[in-house]
């Protein structure tokens, strides 16, 4: 039996939990949450209502549980250096080091680190300390695309929810505007990137990484725009989907190869510019674009929703990749597998998210116990995983986020598209969710975007 520390409560950790106790181990789950999870709740054995970075009160509760090992869901803690304070403990964890975590938490260090150690994958980009060369770099980067269009991005430096990142034509209107959201980051932070804009499709390319070697998982597109047609304000991803053969409609097994070969000299590199092992998952968001593909940014854990793509495809042992990650020896293990199932995943979100999302609202999940056995297949399954929602003795009542994942797994994108659509539409009360996700008429927009811009390359 494998005592086994989680902290986080959303969905991603709902389904990180539910793999480890599907370990031929025996696993006995504790929480450390904000909010008390319906989904977590049902399958722990103890449940600490704490900020997920309150050291004091995690060192506190792990002391008394003395876990095996213990697993970070969320960026934050990691930021906060969880990981690091639970060591001086001696509880390992499956979750980086706080200063390897910078691969998130900075992105002017991933920048540096890849164009140091001479890995492909960057835009042209620029880290500013302060104004100086600032107007001319902005130049430059219209000059590369004809002297006219302003194509830039502007981000600052640190975890910002999503919400640091300002693309022009989308956020900012032109080079005064960027260079005025530049300044405004530097007086913040002191740091600022400013990059190309890279025209493509962005896909997830999530590995498990014991600090040598990088194990990659099935790859996964998200859908970060709140509304149908990748339309209206960012989220933190309204539905992902990902494909039987661990690919995506409009990549190539050379993009996979690419992103696969970067994510291992990116492990490699951490080890050498800082002498810590990166230990947990790499999530390397990556966009295909017209000749080849472009890193735009490296998360240090699971993407939400990306890990429920994922996860309940795993066939290996997860306690068994987590104690490799650990030990450093994930080679060992042999090759991580995954079924070859397609997934769609569909968030339910309250009317209003999210910039004025609708809080304290009931909502109630009809009857699906049927959905996975209808329709066309014994393939078909149809899970559920709670996020931002609170249970009361009465139900379940909106908190203000994403509240329940819906992800349909089947033989193929169609039906699991079908499936998670019945997940969704069953739930009642004021929520939206996105059709369009996982659709055959979707898909075959990104694809036909993807051929004709490497056609014209
Ligand atoms: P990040 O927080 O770095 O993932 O950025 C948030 C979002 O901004 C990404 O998912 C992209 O959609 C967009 N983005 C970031 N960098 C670029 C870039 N260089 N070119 C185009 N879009 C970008
Ligand atoms: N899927 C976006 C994220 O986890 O950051």
Same mark, same amino acid.
């Given at each position: 039996?494998?005592?086994i520390?989680?902290?986080?409560?959303?969905?991603?950790?709902h389904? #990180?939990g539910?793999?480890?106790?599907?370990?031929?181990?025996?696993?006995?789950?504790?929480?450390?949450?904000?909010?008390?999870?319906?989904?977590?709740?049902? $399958?722990?054995?103890d449940?600490?209502?704490?900020?997920?970075? &309150?050291k004091n009160?995690i060192?506190?509760?792990?002391l008394?549980?003395?876990?095996?090992?213990?697993? #970070?869901?969320?960026?934050?803690?990691?930021?906060?250096g969880?990981? &690091?304070?639970? +060591?001086?403990?001696?509880?390992k964890?499956? =979750?980086?080091?706080?200063?390897?975590?910078?691969?998130?938490?900075s992105?002017?260090?991933?920048? !540096?680190?890849?164009?140091?150690?001479?890995?492909?994958? *960057?835009?042209?980009?620029?880290?500013?300390? *302060?104004?100086?060369? /600032?107007?001319?770099?902005?130049?430059?980067?219209?000059?590369?695309?004809?002297?006219?269009a302003?194509?830039?991005?502007?981000k600052? !430096?640190?975890?910002?929810?999503?919400?640091?990142?300002?693309?022009?034509?989308d956020?900012?209107?032109n080079k005064?505007?960027g260079?005025?959201?530049?300044?405004?980051?530097?007086?913040?932070?002191g740091?600022?990137?400013?990059?190309?804009?890279?025209?493509?499709?962005?896909?997830?390319?999530? =590995?498990?990484?014991?600090?040598?070697?990088?194990?990659?998982?099935?790859?996964?597109?998200?859908?970060?725009?709140?509304?149908?047609?990748?339309?209206?304000?960012?989220?933190?991803?309204?539905?992902?989907?990902?494909?039987?053969?661990?690919?995506?409609?409009? /990549?190539?097994?050379? &993009?996979?190869?690419?992103?696969?070969? #970067?994510?291992?000299?990116?492990?490699?590199?951490l080890?050498?510019?800082?002498?810590c092992y990166?230990?947990?998952i790499?999530?390397?968001?990556?966009? +295909?674009?017209? &000749?080849? #593909?472009?890193?735009?940014?490296?998360?240090?854990?699971?993407? !939400?929703?990306?890990?429920?793509?994922? /996860?309940?495809?795993?066939k290996?042992?997860?306690?068994?990749?987590c104690?490799?990650?650990? =030990?450093?020896d /994930?080679?060992?293990?042999g090759?991580?597998?995954?079924?070859?199932?397609?997934?769609?995943?569909?968030? %339910?979100?309250?009317q209003?998210y999210?910039? *004025?999302?609708?809080?304290?609202?009931? $909502?109630?999940?009809?009857?699906?116990?049927?959905?996975?056995?209808?329709?066309?297949g014994?393939?078909? %399954?149809?899970?559920?995983?709670?996020?931002?929602?609170?249970?009361?003795? !009465?139900?379940?009542?909106?908190?203000?986020?994403?509240?329940?994942?819906?992800?349909?797994?089947?033989?193929?994108l169609?039906?699991?598209?079908?499936?998670?659509?019945?997940?969704?539409? =069953?739930?009642?009360?004021?929520?939206?969710?996105?059709?369009?996700?996982?659709?055959?008429?979707?898909?075959?927009k990104?694809?036909k975007m993807?051929?004709?811009?490497r *056609?014209?390359?």
């Amino acid at each position: 039996m494998k005592k086994i520390l989680l902290i986080g409560n959303g969905a991603r950790e709902h389904v #990180i939990g539910e793999t480890l106790k599907r370990s031929r181990h025996g696993v006995e789950l504790f929480i450390v949450g904000k909010t008390k999870n319906p989904g977590l709740s049902a $399958i722990c054995e103890d449940y600490l209502l704490a900020d997920v970075c &309150d050291k004091n009160a995690i060192k506190d509760f792990a002391l008394k549980v003395k876990p095996d090992f213990a697993f #970070i869901g969320p960026e934050n803690p990691i930021e906060k250096g969880i990981v &690091d304070m639970l +060591a001086e403990f001696e509880i390992k964890s499956a =979750s980086p080091f706080q200063t390897v975590g910078r691969l998130e938490s900075s992105k002017s260090f991933t920048r !540096d680190l890849l164009e140091k150690y001479k890995i492909p994958g *960057n835009p042209k980009f620029k880290v500013f300390y *302060n104004e100086d060369g /600032l107007n001319n770099f902005f130049d430059q980067l219209g000059r590369a695309k004809g002297g006219q269009a302003e194509d830039f991005v502007v981000k600052a !430096d640190g975890l910002k929810g999503g919400k640091g990142v300002m693309v022009s034509g989308d956020h900012l209107k032109n080079k005064e505007e960027g260079i005025a959201y530049a300044k405004e980051c530097l007086k913040e932070g002191g740091r600022v990137v400013v990059e190309e804009k890279l025209v493509g499709q962005e896909f997830s390319l999530m =590995s498990f990484c014991d600090g040598r070697h990088a194990e990659g998982m099935p790859v996964v597109q998200d859908h970060k725009r709140a509304y149908d047609g990748d339309r209206g304000p960012n989220t933190g991803g309204m539905g992902t989907y990902s494909d039987s053969n661990h690919s995506l409609p409009f /990549l190539n097994a050379e &993009d996979i190869e690419q992103a696969q070969s #970067i994510t291992q000299q990116v492990a490699e590199a951490l080890f050498k510019e800082t002498g810590c092992y990166f230990k947990g998952i790499m999530y390397g968001g990556f966009m +295909a674009v017209k &000749d080849g #593909i472009r890193l735009i940014e490296y998360n240090a854990r699971f993407g !939400d929703p990306e890990a429920m793509n994922v /996860l309940p495809l795993l066939k290996t042992d997860f306690v068994e990749i987590c104690e490799a990650v650990i =030990s450093g020896d /994930l080679k060992g293990l042999g090759k991580v597998e995954f079924e070859n199932k397609a997934t769609v995943c569909k968030y %339910v979100v309250p009317q209003g998210y999210p910039d *004025n999302p609708v809080k304290g609202e009931k $909502i109630e999940i009809g009857d699906i116990n049927d959905a996975g056995r209808a329709g066309s297949g014994a393939s078909g %399954v149809l899970k559920t995983y709670f996020a931002s929602v609170n249970q009361r003795d !009465d139900g379940l009542y909106l908190s203000g986020s994403r509240a329940i994942a819906f992800v349909g797994i089947a033989d193929n994108l169609e039906e699991a598209e079908r499936l998670a659509e019945t997940g969704v539409e =069953s739930v009642k009360g004021p929520v939206f969710h996105r059709k369009d996700i996982g659709t055959a008429e979707l898909i075959q927009k990104k694809v036909k975007m993807m051929q004709d811009l490497r *056609n014209k390359a």
